[in-house]
Structure formats: C-alpha cells, structure tokens
C-alpha cells in the first residue's frame, strides 16, 4: 500500500463513518445552526461531497454537475460513494502513470486555468479533513458520543482488522 492508498483510504472511511453517524440524527439536528463552517451538519457535508464530485469532474474531463441538493444522509451517502470512487480511480490512474505534475482545465475559474493533478488531488482530502474537524464539532455539540478521532492511525488499525478491503473499509 503507498501513501496515495493511506490517503485516499482515509480519507474515504472517515467520511463514511461520520455519515454513517450523522444518520443517527433528526431533521432538526442535521438542520441546526452553528457559527463553524457551513452552518449545519447537512450543509457541510454536503459541501464535502459536492467539491469532491466537482473536482474529479473536472480532473476527468466531465461535464460538471452543479444541480446538487443536499438531501437526506442516505442521498448524501449514495452520492459519497460514487464521487469517493470517481475520485479513487483518477487519483490512481495518474500515480500509476506518473502524472502527478500533469495539468487539466478547471473551467470553472474565470478565466479558465490550468491545474495539476497532484495539487487538485491533494486539495480535495485537505479540504475534506478541514470540514470534517468542523462536523466532529458539530456532532459533539449535538450529544453524539463515541466520535472517531479520524486519524489515519485509527483507519489503519481498523482496516488491518479487515483483510481483503482496501481503501475506504466500512464498519460492521
């Protein structure tokens, strides 16, 4: 397993996990306003999940999808888990070929410009770590115990357990 494994792996059971637990919230809970990042636990997370569906778009050569709501935790998870995966498959894709240094159009800036893999890759699991230390904010302030650490250490350990899994492994 290289560091891009660790990363993405990471990164993709982290946030499972903590979908996984919002799902144990009400409406309200999901909905209530706090002064940190989004506002609420649905609005980050769907945040979250709509920057890494718009990037790999983007470093794909897609057309981007910006119609998105944010929706139930099972509508935000079913779109996790396709994004999670597009964004595995390019990101190893371009270490397999070494295209770390290699650039793509981001036709969203104004005027359109040319970014590199490895730093959009790299923006997408920093970014995703920063609102995911907001939402553990959040969810503490809303009661939920047990909380991961999110660390790769604990994803380690956890996927360890788990022979034949690879990035992302899911709890039993």
């Known amino acids: 397993m290289d560091l891009l494994d660790r990363l993405l792996g990471h990164d993709d059971w982290t946030t499972r996990l903590l979908l996984q637990r919002c799902d144990e ?6 909905d209530r306003p706090f002064d940190i990042g989004h506002r609420t636990v649905r609005q980050t ?7 890494i569906d718009v990037w790999a778009d983007l470093m794909a050569g897609e057309q ?3 119609d998105h709501t944010p929706g139930s935790v099972q509508a935000l998870l079913s779109r996790f888990n396709e994004a ?3 964004l595995s498959r390019i990101a190893r894709a371009v270490a397999d070929r070494g295209g770390w ?4 159009t981001d036709i969203l800036d104004t005027p359109p410009a040319e970014k590199t893999y490895g730093s959009g890759i790299a923006h997408i699991i920093t970014h995703s770590m920063h609102h995911r230390a907001q939402l553990l904010y959040m969810l503490h302030q809303l009661g939920l115990e047990g909380l991961p650490e999110g660390d790769v250490f604990s994803w380690e350990s956890r996927s360890k357990l ?9 709890l039993r």
């Open 84 to 86: 999670s995966s597009k």
């Open 25 to 30: 919230l009400t409406d309200e809970q999901l």
């Open 162 to 170: 788990m022979p034949g899994e690879s990035s992302g492994p899911t």
């Open 64 to 66: 981007v999808r910006l």
């Open 101 to 104: 240094n290699e650039e793509w």
């Open 45 to 51: 997370l769907h945040h979250i999940i709509f920057n």
